[in-house]
């Protein structure tokens, strides 16, 4: 019922003409998606975490959101399938109808992400590589 609740909470803040990804699709994504297609982890290649890995081909061959497709968007045809070998999150909870009804309305919509979404600590940290030469230098260094 608490669930049934979120959900309609969701689609009523989402308006009509799509939703803001800050306020109500990322929220979804972080819930759904960044535990194996995060900064930790891209399995398929894909990434939900920042723009250019959510829009990008993944493993598939498809990309995971085409704006203003959904009906051809990966994202969409994974969290409605009904084929267990295939449908995602894999295991945990399934996504809501609200928050996938969510994630159609903004990607018909344009699948507007704002670059700002895109910036943040995790992304550092994912892209940072250190070296043995990087260890080598500091206090005890070389």
């Known amino acids: 019922m608490v669930a049934l609740f ?43 975490d920042v723009k250019e890995g959510a829009f990008k081909t993944g493993e598939s061959g498809e990309r995971p959101i085409v704006p203003k497709h959904a009906s051809e968007s990966r994202l969409i045809k994974l969290v409605t399938s009904a084929k267990e070998d295939e449908w995602m999150p894999p295991k945990g909870e399934r996504l809501a109808v609200a928050e996938i009804d969510l994630l159609k309305r903004w990607i018909d919509a344009g699948a507007e992400w704002p670059e700002a979404s895109s910036a943040g600590k995790s992304v550092a940290r994912a892209e940072m590589v250190v070296t043995e030469e990087d260890r080598g230098y500091g206090l005890f260094g070389r």
């Open 6 to 48: 979120i959900g309609c909470a969701l689609v009523t803040q989402a308006g009509e003409s799509g939703a803001d990804f800050a306020r109500d699709v990322r929220p979804v994504l972080e819930r759904h998606c960044f535990k194996c297609h995060g900064p930790e982890k891209q399995k398929g290649e894909l990434r939900f």
